[in-house]
């Protein structure tokens, strides 16, 4: 059964630092979404993308952030400079449409943790 | 502003008991609809999905039904067992490109 993967499961960086997290989408999928969790907290929105272009973003999701498909087959979010509010996991998502017709289906995750 | 509250959120039961947890929006306006449980430090296993047009879905021991009229949404567990100890989240569209997650129950079953 096609799954959403995404690398590395974990990532330690020192703040200041930038990062990338990377995620393979299902091959047919149009619409990418990335969600954090940060530890003992509820799952958030951060950023849908849809047709090369952000088609939604949440509050948390400021310049520090930007979200890239470099090929066709690769979505990465980056932290440009990431501080210590921004361990978290970091759960990639895509949907063969949009959310409210299709199912969304989601990777392991990447456990980011700043120090 | 939509807010997704689960209901508990937290429980503990004995093993083989059936069992009911609650998801509650705060805007009734909801599209699709998941289920999904999530082991500690683990990532979101997705259990039902209910789509706009349903009002119900089942898997197995799992039954997942959504009340658009009240914005409820319950999942029923039958015969729990141990291996069902986890944290369920709910996750809900309204209508825009993001999931709204809910706040989560954490169960226990006892063996």
Redesign the interface.
């Known amino acids: 059964e096609p799954e959403v993967t995404q690398t590395p499961s974990h990532q330690v960086t020192q703040m200041g630092q930038e990062v990338i997290l990377r995620c393979v989408p299902i091959s047919n999928h149009l ?1 990418f ?1 990335w ?1 954090r969790q940060i530890l003992g907290q ?4 951060l950023v ?1 993308f ?1 047709n090369n272009e952000i ?2 973003k ?1 509050e948390i999701f400021d310049d520090q952030f930007s979200v890239e498909r470099p090929d066709g087959s690769n979505f990465t979010l980056k932290i440009r400079s990431t501080k210590l509010e921004d361990s978290a ?1 970091y ?1 990639c ?1 895509s949907s063969e449409g ?12 990447t ?1 980011l943790t700043v120090t | 502003k939509q807010e997704v509250t689960q209901i508990p959120a937290a429980l503990s039961v004995p093993e083989g008991e059936n069992l009911v947890l609650n998801c509650s929006f705060t805007d009734s306006a909801i ?2 609809l ?1 289920w ?1 449980r999530q082991d500690p ?4 296993t ?1 259990l039902l ?1 209910i ?2 047009s349903q009002r119900e879905q089942t898997s197995g021991r799992l039954n997942a039904s959504l009340d658009k009229s009240s914005g409820r949404s319950t999942l029923y567990i039958a015969a729990s067992q141990p291996g069902d100890s986890a944290t369920y ?1 709910c ?1 809900g ?12 129950t954490r169960l226990k079953v006892l063996a």
Do not use: C, D, H
């Open positions: 619409y979404y969600y509820k799952v958030e929105f849908s849809y088609s939604e949440s996991m759960f998502a949009a959310s409210w017709s299709y199912e969304q289906y989601f990777g392991p995750g456990r | 599209y699709n998941q999904f430090g683990k990532g979101l997705s999905l789509q706009s989240l996750a569209s309204s209508g825009t490109y993001k999931y709204i997650f809910g706040t989560g």
